[in-house]
Structures are given as C-alpha cells and as structure tokens.
C-alpha cells in the first residue's frame, strides 16, 4: 500500500479568493518613507508578512528601496534570506534566542539583542569566530515587554569590552500606545527612550512602528518599523487618509434557500427568522480565519448591499440574510464580499472585537491567493 500523501488538489471555484495588492503595499511603503524622511523606513514582515506572504512582498519592496526587515523569528529570516540582494539586512525582533545563535551568525541575520545575556553569547561567539557584526540593541521604555532597563544600559554601554565586537547599529524601543496620539505613554516612553539612546552616541534612534510614524517628528528616530501600515491597516488617526487598502476578500455562495417564519438558522439555533427569509450560505468559516465572534454580527456585502450573519459562524462556512436584495440577485457560485470597499479590516477587527492585525495574520490556507500589481 502506497502512504505518500495524495497531491494536493485545488479547485478555486470552492475557495475565497484573497486578492492581495502589491503595488499598494509599494505606495504605502513610499508614503511613510517620505513622511519620515530623512528618517529611513524599514519593513515589518514577520509573521509571513502579516499572513500577506513575505517571500512576494519583501522583494517588492527591496525594489521600493527598503534595505531592513525586521522579523518575529530567526526561521522568518532564513525563509527570504535567499529571496533578497546580500545588502538587505534581516532582523529577528525576538531576539537571540538559545540555539539560534550559529544559524543567525552564518546566515549573516542582524539580532536584535533582548537581554545581557543575548548581549553576551552574542559578544563571545563574535570573539569565537574572531568577527566583528552589526546588531541593534532594545531597550524596554515603558511597555515592560522586550528590550534591557535603563539600569542594564548604563552597565552595557560602560562595558567596552563586551560591546567591542559587536557593531551596534540601533538602539530600539516599541511604543505601546502609539495609536492614541493623546496618550501621555508616548511622551514617557520618547523621553525615557531619550536616556537610553543618549548612553549610545555611535547608534541611530529606532523607535516608530506604523502609529508612531504618524505622531510626530520626536518619534520618528533614524529607522521607523512600520508593520501594519504597509498591508492597509490604519489603527491611528490620519492612516486612512493617505494610506491603501491592500487586500479583497470575496467567497462564494454555497447555497441560496428560502425558510418560513421561525427557522432556526445556524448552531444551536440562535437566530430565528421573523417572516419569510431568503437566505445565503457562503464557504467560509472560522477555521478560514472569519472570528466566529462575528456570529450573528458580522455581514457581508454584495453590489453594495449589506447581508447581515444569520446565527452562529460554523468551521466551514456562515449563513447570511440576503432578504434585502431582489430575489434571484444571488446565486449558487455566485461571490460576496468580505474584506472590500464596504468593509475594510479596521471595520471588520472592530466589529469582531479584535484588531485589524489579528484579522490580517489569522486569514486561512484554504483561499485561492492572487497577487497583483509588480512583484
Ligand atoms: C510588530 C512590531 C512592529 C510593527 O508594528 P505595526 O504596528 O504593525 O506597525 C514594530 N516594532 C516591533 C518591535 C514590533 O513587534
């Protein structure tokens, strides 16, 4: 008996279709590079480019001129190292981890230093190898989640010995709330960051994610790490005037039916028709990323028209209430939208009770993917 697994076989007529636009991820990437400048703007792209997919956007936005990656893990790193000219620097954000230390080396991947004692197995294997390499240093400022103290800085930065191998580059901290312009926690973490960063005067300020871009100058440091931004999200005030939206998500109608007055729609039967009712179900589900928190408050949208959840969001696939369009408007193979002009990921992260992050990075395997614009 032969156990090698069947070949995957796709019928995108089954499937979502999540159409992902790389040229507006460009745009967004120019339009904080130049509200920044003369600060550069790197990339974010871990987590598989916020579930957009780093291997296309990566290059396409080296193309824009980006040099600094910053992922999540080393093994994101690794992934599109091969993908990028040698002078684009990679940046694992979670730091030195144990046992990632000889594959970041021989990768030539840039740590982002978390700890002292990152600081010192980075430091001793440099000697070990008797090489000289660039890394950055975090500091926490506020957040209380990565990065040294201030106490440790002033330990480090006296510690010549320990810092002679290591090129530090950057210094960096994360804002916490970055996208409430009004919240006194920016200024506490930019002055706190100013303490830090001036215990270093031979490496650059790198402070800002997407939000912190777009507060002011103080913040913008040498290197700003937009993430969010780049992929249409736009979590703080003035994101949504300048920047793109950059994916579509459409899926198709299983189903169309029409129930009487007082079906129960859905598990457990939590909605119950009122009248008549024409109803949609559409293959999507929560195992496709769609929060099934959005039970019976989500929607979706078709020529414009709202088609609110009927009951609860199943594994595979939601059930709406197309009552509000023509009859025989919607048909089985026919798409709705879901992510689109009507409902864009701020709206739905919102409605779901998340953020616009979670909705992007949860988005499932299971949709026919199709990129466009230049790659
Ligand atoms: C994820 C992350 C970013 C990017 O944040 P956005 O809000 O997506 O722009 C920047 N810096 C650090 C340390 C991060 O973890």
């Excluded at 080396?105 to 430091?123: D, H, I, K």
């Excluded at 696939?317 to 002009?341: K, M, Q, R």
Aim: charged share 20%; hydrophobic share 45%; with cysteine.
């Amino acid at each position: 008996m032969d156990h090698a697994p069947a070949p995957i076989t796709r019928f995108d007529s089954e499937c979502g279709r999540l159409v992902i636009d790389i040229d507006a991820v460009r745009q967004n990437w120019r339009t904080i590079a130049a509200r920044i400048a003369p600060a550069y703007a790197s990339a974010v792209v871990k987590a598989d480019a916020y579930g957009l997919g780093a291997a296309k956007i990566a290059p396409a936005l080296y193309d824009e001129g980006c040099r600094d990656f910053f992922t999540a893990h080393v093994s994101e790193a690794l992934a599109i190292r091969p993908l990028l000219p040698a002078d684009a620097r990679l940046i694992p954000l979670n730091g030195l981890v144990t046992g990632t230390e000889e594959a970041v080396f021989a990768a030539g991947l840039t740590p982002v230093l978390n700890t002292l004692a990152q600081v010192r197995r980075w430091s001793a294997l440099l000697r070990d190898k008797g090489a000289r390499r660039e890394a950055l240093f975090q500091f926490d400022s506020g957040m209380s989640r990565l990065g040294m103290s201030l106490a440790e800085a002033k330990a480090l930065a006296s510690d010549t010995e320990l810092l002679e191998p290591i090129i530090l580059t950057h210094v960096m901290s994360h804002l916490a709330s970055a996208d409430e312009p009004s919240s006194p926690q920016n200024e506490s973490q930019r002055a706190a960051f100013e303490a830090i960063t001036a215990l270093f005067p031979q490496a650059k300020p790198c402070l800002s994610n997407s939000a912190g871009a777009f507060l002011n100058g103080a913040y913008h440091g040498a290197l700003a790490r937009p993430g969010i931004a780049l992929y249409g999200g736009m979590p703080a005030p003035g994101m949504a005037d300048v920047l793109r939206p950059v994916i579509r998500l459409d899926v198709p109608v299983l189903q169309t039916h029409i129930v009487e007055a007082g079906a129960k729609v859905g598990y457990s039967g939590t909605h119950v028709t009122t009248g008549p009712t024409r109803l949609a179900t559409l293959a999507i589900g929560y195992a496709d990323g769609l929060p099934r928190s959005l039970s019976g408050k989500g929607a979706a949208f078709f020529n414009g028209v709202r088609l609110p959840f009927a009951g609860r969001v199943s594994m595979d696939s939601v059930t709406v209430d197309c009552s509000a369009l023509p009859e025989g408007t919607l048909s089985e193979g026919d798409h709705v939208e879901i992510i689109g002009p009507h409902q864009d990921i701020e709206a739905l992260g919102t409605l779901a009770g998340t953020i616009s992050y979670e909705i992007l990075t949860r988005l499932g395997a299971r949709y026919a993917r199709i990129y466009t614009g230049k790659a």
